[in-house]
């Protein structure tokens, strides 16, 4: 079935650096994905939809020259946390549609650690 | 106040017991989701709810669009079905804060 998958799993990294997260569709294509961002015992909150081909559109109060998302092709959404912080330190998860619009299907998670 | 209201917060159940977990919701939706939310983070896809009742294995969901509340039902419970359980209105991207359930052996 489809699957979505998402690379790293976990990541530490130091502050002021970036860090890259990947998510691909693996045997469907999406025109759409959507990041999110889940701090412990918290709700998802949706972070921004990466549009194929086109510019993401940020949720209120994210900032999108912090989180770089980039989709370049149908299967392939990358989220880049740009100078992270300490505070950054979440678990970061996508999802896609498939073309039925009928099931979503989530990529494994990121954790992101920032020391 | 959130969108999505899920009840109980925590549950412990012993193995085989029937498990019921509850989500209010205060906006008009199309559809509602179940999440499961394994341990490691992932998430999966339980049920796609817009009315009725659906039944996957021992999985048993409920929805009543009037009254704005679904529940989700376990019956026969397991220690692998230990995880937390996210309500969720994907279309308007409310998630509820989730039900973490333990499943004793």
């Known amino acids: 079935g489809a699957v979505v998958s998402q690379h790293p799993s976990r990541v530490i990294c130091k502050s002021g650096t970036s860090v890259k997260i990947e998510c691909r569709s693996l045997d469907f294509q999406a025109t759409t994905m959507f990041w999110y961002r889940q701090f412990p015992k918290q709700s998802l909150m949706l972070m921004a939809t990466s549009n194929e081909g086109s510019k993401a559109t940020y949720e209120q109060g994210v900032e999108k020259d912090k989180f770089l998302i980039n989709h370049a092709s149908l299967t392939l959404s990358t989220l880049t946390v740009t100078s992270a912080h300490p505070e950054d330190s979440s678990f970061y998860i996508c999802?896609?549609?498939?073309?039925?619009?009928?099931?979503?299907?989530f990529g494994e998670g990121s954790w992101l650690t920032v020391v | 106040k959130n969108e999505v209201e899920q009840s109980p917060q925590n549950l412990t159940a012993q193995e085989g017991e029937f498990i019921t977990i509850n989500c209010s919701y205060s906006v008009g939706i199309s559809a509602l989701h179940w999440l499961q939310q394994h341990p490691g983070g992932g998430i999966v896809s339980l049920f796609m709810l817009s009315s009725g009742k659906k039944k996957h294995g021992r999985l048993i969901a409920t929805i009543n669009i009037q009254e704005k509340h679904s529940s989700l039902h376990i019956t026969a419970s397991h220690p692998r079905d230990s995880a937390v359980y996210i309500c969720?209105?994907?279309?308007?991207?409310?998630f509820g804060t989730g039900t973490s359930l333990t499943v004793i052996p």
């Open positions: 999802s896609a549609i498939d073309r039925s619009g009928n099931t979503i299907y």
């Open positions: 969720a209105l994907l279309a308007q991207f409310y």
